[in-house]
């Protein structure tokens, strides 16, 4: 009804994986098997590596292989349903990474080749980065530098930046893909959102839950359309807004 043709799931992999070999799909098969019936395609991020793939590690899997096998298994488990996968989520912020950007390189290149040993023909994105600038002495540029390049299919980038930021942004990530990857993938944004509405103000649906004044919801209702042609201005070959559903952010203050 909301015309959307794509959306964003967020799988957990020490959900789907609790022991090596031992497959559980939970909610994420629903999601993906009723959205697909429906015509609607997914990017699909995963992140969350169970304990027993972190090796010497705390957030990110340390286990090259599993990293290369879940993959694998994933791309060909929801071969059809799937639009892009993405491997990790805001592998820049800390503690997220929290490790040597080396690491994230090698684990994303056996993220991708899992991927396209399961599903060939279904692009996989590079993590989301969501630190500005990209490029030479920030942690991205330090990733790529490993050749990250040539084991995504695009670029992927989470903003919260205020709106008048986004040309120089997009400015940015394009002459650090041109100039110094001398590759020329799409962008896509698979998070945008702002902080210009405030700590909410409201009490919400819920015991102890908080809700945003009728104010606050009128700037968000202007912000997601000037948001999104904003993007597409700019460059950006998809986006997806965060978060459709309502979400408790912040420690209940957004």
Request: hydrophobic share 40%; with cysteine; net charge neutral.
């Amino acid at each position: 009804r909301a015309g959307r043709k794509m959306v964003r799931d967020r799988l957990s992999w020490g959900e789907c994986e609790p022991a090596p070999g031992k497959f559980n799909w939970r909610q994420y098969m629903t999601n993906a098997t009723l959205l697909s019936e429906r015509g609607i395609q997914l990017s699909g991020m995963y992140h969350d590596a169970p304990k027993w793939a972190k090796t010497n590690t705390t957030h990110l899997p340390g286990d090259l292989v599993a990293t290369y096998r879940f993959a694998k298994k994933l791309a060909e488990t929801f071969r059809g349903k799937m639009a892009v996968w993405e491997f990790w989520n805001e592998q820049d912020l800390s503690p997220v990474f929290g490790s040597a950007p080396w690491k994230f390189t090698a684990l994303q290149k056996a993220a991708y080749l899992g991927c396209k040993a399961g599903d060939p023909d279904t692009p996989v994105s590079a993590g989301s980065f969501s630190l500005y600038p990209v490029g030479d002495g920030m942690i991205s540029g330090q990733m790529f530098a490993g050749d990250m390049a040539e084991y995504c299919d695009l670029f992927n980038y989470h903003i919260y930046a205020p709106l008048r930021e986004y040309p120089a942004i997009f400015d940015g990530i394009r002459r650090f893909l041109r100039e110094e990857l001398q590759h020329d993938m799409p962008i896509w944004v698979t998070e945008y959102g702002t902080h210009a509405e405030g700590n909410a103000t409201e009490k919400g649906i819920s015991p102890g839950t908080p809700s945003l004044n009728a104010e606050q919801e009128m700037l968000w209702s202007e912000f997601l359309p000037k948001a999104a042609i904003l993007l597409q201005q700019n460059g950006v070959t998809r986006s997806f807004a965060f978060v459709l559903r309502r979400h408790i952010e912040q420690n209940g203050l957004k």
